[in-house]
């Protein structure tokens, strides 16, 4: 991976309410605990013997000392400074090994700061509420489903790429929607050159909580599809972008499909993750199709990241931007999107969906 200056420009507001991958799923094992930034909360994930992950605030709530520099035996977490313990999916405290029977503090009163937290496609996803909205449990109702990648068969495979970018969400999100940085960010002999940029149209609709551009292709006769094994059946595609960081993407062709999730994560309030998780039944049985499946998205999300590591140097002195028709339509319509949910939270009134109808955007790449 490569290395990531310094986070450079203003910050970003940020979403809460929400489900975001934290890290890997594969890298809690055994007792290991891992530390990472989720929207500017310092976090320490684990997975307990039974197999449960779990995310806590990495702040002892004694004296604030990162629960990670303590210990965990697949049942409790333990703090290095005094040795309180916790029961880590609830928060609670189990121990506070000072007291005496002289003393009346009630151990299990006491919570450490404890997050939603579930296991879905090889990420952890934690679910973080509005700060000072009380805790929210697995189970509990008021809980949003967890984002999961479509999979349209039982048996398929699956892929992960991810880059830190040194930018703020906002800035990771429209580079994810941008439809005009392709054949210069992506330019390559064998994929495309600025020659071949040509006129699209698109046809966009609203969705809750964002927007869809949908298109049917007709039907796969051409060389590649017969490759893929798919003859004369229509191709459907869709890309989805939902709040707060979500792109979907699927593209199904008879029982063939190929799938894609797609978050741009705020670590802090100036830095994000983007995190790609793939899945596919195409050509079930090529076995290297995998790695060379990684081997290109990889070359991609690299060609982004290190644009990005360059417009952050340029970000670092905020300057003045634009947004411009067509192409930005989409970034334009990710923030009216975002000010029209922060309207939402702040009123209590529902979300007023910023796109009436269905629009068509016409743009060259
Ligand atoms: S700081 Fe954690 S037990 Fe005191
Ligand atoms: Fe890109």
């Not at 929400?18 to 997975?47: C, D, F, K, N």
Request: overall charge positive; glycine content about 8%; aromatic content about 10%.
């Amino acid at each position: 991976m490569a290395t990531i200056p310094a986070p450079a420009g203003p910050p970003a507001t940020l979403l809460y309410n929400e489900w975001y991958p934290a890290l890997r799923s594969e890298r809690l094992q055994g007792h290991q605990l891992v530390s990472t930034l989720l929207l500017g909360i310092p976090m320490v994930l684990g997975r307990r013997a039974d197999g449960r992950l779990f995310a806590m605030r990495d702040n002892c709530p004694h004296r604030g000392i990162p629960l990670s520099c303590g210990w965990f035996d697949g049942k409790t977490l333990t703090c290095k400074y005094h040795g309180w313990s916790f029961e880590p999916v609830s928060g609670q405290c189990v121990e506070i090994p000072s007291l005496t029977s002289h003393d009346n503090l009630d151990p299990t009163k006491i919570y450490g700061t404890a997050f939603p937290c579930e296991e879905r496609d090889g990420h952890a996803w934690v679910y973080v509420p509005e700060p000072g909205s009380g805790r929210m449990r697995v189970g509990d109702p008021a809980l949003p489903p967890v984002p999961e990648v479509p999979k349209f068969s039982e048996r398929f495979r699956s892929a992960h790429l991810t880059a830190d970018l040194p930018c703020n969400v906002d800035h990771g999100i429209i580079g994810l929607m941008d439809p005009a940085h392709g054949p210069f960010v992506h330019q390559s002999w064998w994929w495309r050159k600025q020659a071949s940029i040509h006129e699209k149209e698109k046809r966009f609709e609203p969705i809750p909580q964002g927007f869809r551009m949908a298109s049917h292709a007709p039907s796969a006769n051409s060389a590649p599809y017969k490759l893929l094994g798919v003859y004369g059946e229509p191709i459907a595609t869709t890309i989805d972008f939902v709040l707060p960081n979500r792109r979907y993407e699927t593209i199904r062709c008879g029982d063939k499909w190929f799938s894609s999730l797609t978050t741009v994560t705020p670590t802090t309030p100036t830095a994000c993750r983007i995190d790609v998780v793939g899945a596919w039944n195409v050509l079930y049985s090529v076995p290297f199709l995998t790695s060379i499946l990684r081997f290109f998205g990889n070359m991609f999300v690299r060609q982004d990241q290190v644009t990005m590591i360059q417009q952050a140097q340029g970000l670092r002195y905020d300057p003045a931007l634009m947004l411009i028709d067509d192409a930005d339509k989409p970034a334009k319509w990710y923030f009216a999107l975002k000010q029209a949910r922060l309207e939402s939270v702040r009123t209590g009134e529902p979300m007023k969906h910023p796109i009436d109808g269905p629009v068509t955007l016409r743009w060259r790449s």
